[in-house]
């Protein structure tokens, strides 16, 4: 079956504009997440959607960062007036339980100049 | 909160030789899983292998197998009969049961695989 999506493949953004990143979950998982990864800082979590239920938004780095989850499935990353540490690689994984493996995306390489 | 370490940034391996990546976590839960994950240059993350906190045994797939030492927080990947296919980013993550269930990563280990 298809794996997890994300679109675009690469974006590249001018200082203080907003950005959008998709991700189409594996059908019929339950559980979505968000996570950046970036020279500097490795692999980080972002947010964490779990079916109906409010999302974790523990990982976000600042107010510039929201994300939502439409019907359960597509998610969307938005990330406003982007700064050059905004550049990184945003990875979306889904899973079929809450403690279950995670599915990774190809991800989005951001990139603010 | 946990913390994963992954004390070799680069490792090589021959061809059809066995190689193994460290991993050391710190945490007080007691119940959680442990996961090793490959990066390759295409970007997409791929699950290798994952253990319970509560089984004893090691678990293995196909070439992949870890040893997991619960009192030592070590959780190493061995790869047996390395293929030119396994030359990768290879990171090491932490789940904690019934929390957000998110992963926490450790800074990976680049293994190149050489012919």
């Known amino acids: 079956g298809a794996g997890v999506s994300q679109s675009p493949s690469n974006k590249v953004t001018e200082k203080g504009k907003d950005v959008e990143l998709r991700c189409d979950p594996i059908s019929g998982h339950t559980a979505l997440y968000w996570y950046r990864q970036s020279l500097g800082q490795g692999l980080e979590f972002l947010i964490y959607?779990?079916?109906?239920?409010?999302?974790?938004k523990s990982g976000l780095p600042s107010d510039r960062f929201s994300a939502e989850r439409t019907g359960g499935s597509v998610s969307t990353l938005t990330i406003q007036r982007t700064q050059q540490e905004d550049s990184a690689v945003y990875l979306c994984?889904?899973?079929?339980?809450?403690?279950?493996?995670?599915?990774f995306g190809p991800g989005t390489r951001l990139t603010v100049l | 909160a946990q913390t994963v370490t992954q004390s070799q940034p680069e490792m090589s391996v021959q061809e059809a030789e066995t190689v193994t990546l460290s991993c050391t976590y710190d945490t007080s839960e007691n119940n959680y899983y442990l996961f090793w994950y490959k990066q390759p240059p295409s970007r997409q993350m791929i699950l290798v292998i994952r253990q319970e906190a509560y089984k004893q045994q090691n678990a293995t797939e196909n070439r992949f197998s870890v040893n997991f030492q619960k009192a030592a927080k070590s959780f190493s990947l061995k790869i047996s009969d390395s293929q030119l296919g396994d030359t990768a980013m290879y990171f090491c993550a932490f789940m904690k049961q019934r929390s957000n269930y998110k992963l926490t990563f450790g800074k990976g280990t680049l293994l190149t695989v050489n012919p």
């Open positions: 994984a889904s899973s079929s339980e809450r403690d279950g493996p995670q599915f």
């Open positions: 959607f779990q079916g109906n239920s409010a999302p974790d």
